[in-house]
């Protein structure tokens, strides 16, 4: 699979697009300037389209429109994305605050997402999405970072799913594009609270499946937390850098790697098959502007509240 082959499904800002724009409109000019040495005879042009050229604009060459033509068909995505990403920054809020601006609707999802009211505390609810939930925002007033800093309260609520014990993960989402192309950290009790042994597990979703690049254990035990029992989150993204405390204990840090390998198919039935690629694809949004978001996959729940973000310069 080539270059231009990845494009139709990824979703890249304009840093990695700005470079094939600036080849295609030097391109342009090239052939631009080489057509005007290298001409159809003006008589058989004249007598195929039956056209007077004294009303044309001097120096007119019909190759010169042919050329931007093509220039502007290859780069359409790329002008397109580019202005996607400039109305973006215009419209961007770089803060978020879950009890000022709590609105279901500003979150696109999959799965069961809820936003209630407690004690004049909005609370976010998510489980059985395998997808996730993204914070988008409204068509005036979009929430994207790159670099930030989320600070949430959570709760990992007790009881049974189907008949299975309820799990206690939730993954944090950052970067996004879309439902389909995010990266994550996946955390969690060992097992269960009673246990108190925090993993971390960081994931990437690629056109739409996912590839775990490790799983490792906090080397500290949370004492006497209970399922209903709050506690604090705290993720810092910088540059390549992704680290997360609890309860103000650091978990673990990583860095975001430069490609992936995200080819687990998941069928209905539970079965994984690998699905091979030409090449391992470069993760095309590794450093991008993105939507945050939460994930609860099938028996996971969460329950989250006192979420703030903020945008870094760092």
């Known amino acids: 699979m080539g270059y231009w082959d990845n494009l139709k499904f990824k979703n890249i800002r304009i840093k990695e697009y700005l470079w094939d724009i600036v080849i295609l409109l030097l391109v342009g000019i090239f052939v631009t300037y080489l057509s005007y ?18 009303l044309l604009p001097l120096n007119f060459n019909y190759q010169v429109i042919a050329t931007w033509v093509i220039v502007f068909v290859w780069a359409k995505e790329p002008i397109k994305d580019f202005c996607s990403n400039l109305y973006s920054n215009l419209s961007t809020r770089k803060k978020f605050n879950i009890d000022i601006d709590g609105r279901l609707s500003n979150w696109i999802y999959q799965g069961y997402l809820v936003i209630q009211n407690l004690h004049g505390k909005n609370q976010l609810i ?3 999405s395998n997808s996730g939930c993204l914070l988008d925002g409204s068509l005036i007033k979009k929430y994207r970072w790159k670099n930030l800093n989320a600070k949430f309260e959570i709760m990992f609520p007790g009881g ?8 206690h993960a939730l993954g944090i989402i950052f970067r996004a594009q879309d ?9 969690g009790a060992k097992e269960n609270l009673n246990d108190s042994q925090f993993s971390f597990s960081p994931h ?6 996912y590839a775990i690049v490790k799983e490792v254990f906090g080397d500290f035990h949370i004492k006497d937390k209970k399922p209903n029992e709050f506690f604090r989150i705290e993720i810092d993204v910088i540059k390549d850098s992704v680290t997360v405390k609890v309860d103000e204990n650091e978990l673990a840090t990583w860095q975001i790697p430069t490609h992936t390998e995200a080819h687990i198919i998941q069928h209905p039935q539970g079965a994984e098959e690998k699905k091979p690629f030409g090449n391992v694809p ?3 949004f590794r450093r991008s502007t993105g939507k945050f978001g939460f994930r609860c996959y099938f028996n996971e729940k969460a329950i989250i509240k006192n979420l703030k973000i903020e945008g870094s310069n760092s």
């Open 37 to 54: 040495w290298i001409r159809i005879p003006v008589y058989e042009f004249k007598q195929f389209f039956n056209i007077d050229f004294n």
């Open 126 to 128: 998510i489980t059985q």
């Open 282 to 284: 470069r993760l095309t």
């Open 204 to 209: 990437l979703r690629f056109n739409g499946n």
């Open 179 to 187: 439902l389909e192309n995010y990266i994550m950290v996946q955390i």
């Open 160 to 167: 049974t799913f189907e008949g299975v014990p309820i799990s």
